[in-house]
C-alpha cells in the first residue's frame, strides 16, 4: 500500500499529528486570535500572508445570510469572520479531516455557536451565502480549483459576492479573467504584497 499523501489537501494528512497554539492579531479585533494548528494543514506555523491580507481588507457582507470560508484549513477566515459578526452562520468547508477537527476545536474554545465546519458535502444543499471568503487551493491544479469555484460560486445570493486572495505570480490575473468569461463580474479590489483580492460578483442572468 502506499502511504498516504502529505499535501495539506488530503482528507486524512498521511504526517503525524503535532498539534501547536498560534496567537493572530488582526487591527480591527479587540482580542488576539488563539488557534490551534497541526502538521498536515495548510500554513499551520503562522497565518498564511496572503490569508492576513484578505482578512485585513475583504470588506464585510453586503446583505444578510449565511457565509463561507471556502478552504478553511484551521480556520483563521472562519474564526475571524465569526468574531467580527457573532449572529452569522459561518460555514467553514474543507477536504481535510484533521483541518475540520481543528476548525470545530478553535470555534469552541472561542465560545463561537456559529462557525459549522463541514466537508463539501455535508452542507445543506439549500444553504446560500451573502459572501464568500477564501485562500483557495491553487495547488490542486486549474481544471480542479474551476469546478471547485463553478460548484459554490452559484450558491450566492443576490447582492453578496466572494473575496478570492490569490498569489500575482499563482495566476490571480488569469483567475479573473476566466471568473468573468465564466458570467461571474470579478474585480481587482486590491494589490498588495504579492497577493490579489479579487471581488466576484454573482453570477450575470443570460
Ligand atoms: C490555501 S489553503 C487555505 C487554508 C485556510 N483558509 C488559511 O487561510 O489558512 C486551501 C485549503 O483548501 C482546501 N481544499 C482543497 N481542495 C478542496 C475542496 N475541493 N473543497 C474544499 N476545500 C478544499 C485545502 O485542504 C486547504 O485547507
Not at 475571524?80 to 449572529?87: E, I, P, Q, S
Amino acid at each position: 500500500m502506499p502511504d498516504p499523501p502529505e499535501h495539506y489537501y488530503a482528507s486524512t494528512p498521511g504526517v503525524a499529528s503535532s498539534r501547536r497554539t498560534i496567537e493572530v492579531e488582526l487591527p480591527d479585533l479587540r482580542l488576539r486570535l488563539r488557534l490551534l494548528t497541526d502538521t498536515g494543514v495548510f500554513s499551520h506555523r503562522q497565518l498564511d500572508p496572503g490569508t492576513r491580507v484578505l482578512l485585513e481588507n475583504a470588506p464585510l457582507p453586503a446583505v444578510r445570510g449565511d457565509l463561507l470560508d471556502l478552504g478553511c484549513g484551521y480556520g483563521p477566515i472562519a474564526l475571524a469572520m465569526a468574531h467580527r459578526l457573532k449572529r452569522r452562520r459561518v460555514w467553514a468547508v474543507d477536504v481535510n479531516e484533521r483541518a475540520l477537527e481543528l476548525v470545530r476545536d478553535n470555534a469552541a474554545a472561542a465560545g463561537l455557536g456559529g462557525v459549522r465546519a463541514a466537508l463539501p458535502g455535508d452542507v445543506p444543499a439549500d444553504v446560500r451565502f451573502a459572501a464568500v471568503y477564501s485562500n483557495p487551493p491553487i495547488r490542486v491544479g486549474k481544471a480542479a480549483l474551476h469546478e471547485l469555484l463553478l460548484q459554490w460560486l452559484p450558491l450566492l445570493l443576490p447582492g453578496g459576492a466572494a473575496y478570492l486572495v490569490v498569489q500575482r505570480n499563482l495566476g490571480a490575473d488569469s483567475l479573473a479573467r476566466w471568473l468573468d468569461e465564466a458570467g461571474f463580474p470579478t474585480a481587482r479590489l486590491l494589490s498588495r504584497v504579492g497577493y490579489r483580492v479579487l471581488e466576484v460578483q454573482p453570477r450575470r442572468s443570460e
